[in-house]
């Protein structure tokens, strides 16, 4: 069951890995880099392909009040969003790690979304306090460095380091 079905859990922001898809990663590899060092990351709803390689997967991260549903994704949808990113990057003055980063985006042909979600069951000023975007973050190092790949924040339009 995905996050966006569970009321206690209200959307945040998406982020994605991009990555070439001979990097695709298999799903217990995911689970245990996910769970091996933090042993407060709950992952429950594994799906993998017949060659046990990830399609979903949900963490719950509950110190952090937080949650993500991560999907793989490849195909049409992936393509357009890379020429996309080529475009808004080409017209941006990068560091050299973010060239790199650029570079490597033209060899991407596939992704995999990180839907971040935050618990709803605090009352609004809890939450301000509790909510820490700690385990958002060390999901997407991970899968980064798992598959090779490069993150990126679509939201200010930027490479997660």
Known sequence: MSLFENDLYQWRETYFVLFDEVNRLQAEEVVKALTEQDG???VTNVDADEAGRLE??????????????ITYVVGDEVAEQIAE???TFARVTLDEVEREKLNLLGEC?????IFHFEETSFTDNEQEEILDPGAL?????????????VG??????SFIP
Do not use: I, K, W
């Open 40 to 42: 407060h990351f709950e």
């Open 56 to 69: 979903s997967l949900t963490l719950r991260s509950p110190e952090d009040s937080s949650a993500m549903d």
């Open 85 to 87: 990113l080529l475009q």
């Open 109 to 113: 042909n596939a992704r995999y979304d």
């Open 137 to 149: 973050l060390l999901v997407l190092e991970r899968l980064t460095a798992l598959c090779e790949g």
């Open 152 to 157: 990126v924040d679509p939201q200010s339009n």
